[in-house]
């Protein structure tokens, strides 16, 4: 165990940066407290606490949002910091305490609003289909507890907009009040390491009348040779740009190239703006500006791309309908219908200051997979995508092409 221990607090073993170099240090601390007899206790607890928090600090935002792209990641590591909360407590050790149960804390307002009215969470990232969040923390908080349990404890929090800057997250609620039936709305321009990232820039998720609208195909483990699990990562399985029937690689270390740049909320509260920029497409740049308004229900999402060198572009705008959702185009309107109830639940209408041409695939697997949900992992089903897609020439190539999509929801 002392060669383990030995073993741990090496640089050169240690995954630095990383929540496998947490758990790493977490096993040191203990350890030390548990040892404390033996010639080195001192230096394994003051190393591992260091890194402990220079992990932390890096890794979770001034917001108290965990960067590594997953919502299921976020409860694991405020998990993590609360379990050290309580052992730097019991241990008498008053500043590092002071620091965790701070954290811990400040990690409990996007932990409530990231969950959907379904009490689930958003499959972003390596967060799996159909995972909710733990039931162990925030155990006092009353409006962690409404959301967890989908309005049937606790209170609703007061704010029905929440934008994560830093993180790179906007999370949007009609009225708290609907419970399950809340239209919930999440906007994801993150992109801070490599961990857990996938090819979602700008991606948009809808939840309204107690079922996923647009949603994301998922992730499919971490098996990279298999074909579902790089399409999950991929573009292709998230509701953003396609660019000459390519999308980004995985990860490319452009960490500042994906952000939001701005968003406003109108002084009555019941409008909300948020806009989104990524530019890690060689020579072209992509803006996304959503804004919803909670009386209307009306989400507009208007896309601004523009390249910086002159020649022909294709650009296709994915939104991936979620299972059960049946689209039905008529010219530029597409009508979504439940398939669990026959009603039209959003009306989508598409305008742009080029032609655009609209269709759908459903369960496509050439030239790439396209049109799947990964309900469990290697076990895709067939869902429908819509492509927005549009040309751009020579002529027109400086100016942007716009296109507004506005969802409708009744």
């Given at each position: ?16 940066n990383t929540n496998?170099g947490m758990?790493?240090?977490e ?18 607890y003051?190393?591992?606490?260091e ?5 932390f ?6 917001e ?9 990641y976020h ?5 993590m ?5 309580k ?16 954290l ?5 307002v996007?932990s ?24 162990d923390?925030?155990?006092?908080n ?11 404890k606790?209170?609703?929090?007061k704010?029905s907009?929440?934008?994560?800057k830093e ?6 609620r ?5 419970k399950?039936n809340?239209?919930?709305i999440n906007f ?7 961990y857990?990232?996938h090819?979602?820039d700008?991606?948009?998720w ?10 994301e ?5 971490y ?10 990562y991929?573009s292709f ?8 029937n ?14 939001i ?11 909300f703006?948020?806009?989104?920029i ?15 308004n909670k009386?209307t ?6 896309d ?5 060198k002159?020649?022909n572009?294709?650009?296709?705008l ?11 185009i008529?010219?530029?309107?597409i009508?979504?219908i439940s398939?669990?109830?026959?009603e039209e639940?959003?009306?989508l ?10 269709k ?6 050439k030239?790439?997979l ?11 089903i ?5 492509i ?15 296109i ?6 009744n």
């Amino acid at each position: 165990m002392i060669y383990h221990a030995n073993l741990l607090s090496t640089d050169e073993f240690h995954a630095t940066n990383t929540n496998h170099g947490m758990f790493q240090d977490e096993a040191l601390l203990i350890f030390s407290f548990y040892f404390n007899d033996i010639h080195n206790h001192e230096y394994y607890y003051h190393i591992s606490t260091e890194r402990l928090k220079n992990y932390f600090d890096m890794f979770i935002s001034h917001e108290g949002v965990h960067l590594e792209h997953s919502p299921i990641y976020h409860f694991i590591i405020a998990r993590m910091i609360l379990k050290l909360s309580k052992f730097f407590n019991s241990n008498q050790d008053i500043e590092n305490y002071s620091y965790y149960h701070s954290l811990y804390k400040k990690m409990a307002v996007y932990s409530t609003f990231v969950i959907k009215p379904d009490g689930t969470l958003p499959s972003l990232g390596d967060t799996f289909n159909g995972l909710k969040g733990f039931n162990d923390l925030w155990i006092d908080n009353e409006e962690y507890i409404y959301s967890l349990s989908s309005g049937k404890k606790g209170d609703p929090p007061k704010d029905s907009f929440k934008c994560f800057k830093e993180a790179g997250y906007v999370i949007l609620r009609d009225d708290w009040k609907e419970k399950e039936n809340a239209v919930y709305i999440n906007f994801t321009a993150a992109y801070h390491t490599a961990y857990h990232k996938h090819s979602d820039d700008l991606s948009v998720w809808i939840y309204a009348n107690g079922q996923d609208i647009v949603s994301e195909a998922g992730p499919n483990g971490y098996d990279y040779n298999n074909e579902f699990t790089k399409f999950g990562y991929s573009s292709f399985a998230h509701n953003t740009l396609i660019v000459n029937n390519k999308g980004l690689p995985r990860v490319d270390k452009k960490f500042n190239s994906t952000k939001i740049i701005d968003y406003q909320i109108s002084p009555d509260k019941k409008s909300f703006s948020a806009t989104g920029i990524n530019k890690r497409f060689k020579d072209i740049t992509h803006e996304r500006c959503i804004t919803f308004n909670k009386d209307t229900k009306i989400l507009i999402v208007e896309d601004s791309i523009s390249s910086s060198k002159i020649g022909n572009n294709n650009y296709k705008l994915l939104w991936h309908l979620a299972e059960g959702i049946i689209p039905v185009i008529e010219e530029k309107t597409i009508n979504l219908i439940s398939e669990k109830s026959n009603e039209e639940i959003i009306q989508l209408t598409i305008s742009s200051n080029h032609p655009v041409r609209i269709k759908t695939v459903f369960g496509q697997e050439k030239p790439q997979l396209l049109g799947w949900h990964i309900k469990k992992m290697n076990k895709p089903i067939k869902t429908y995508t819509l492509i927005i897609d549009v040309n751009s020439n020579k002529a027109n190539y400086h100016i942007p092409i716009n296109i507004k999509s506005e969802f409708i929801i009744n």
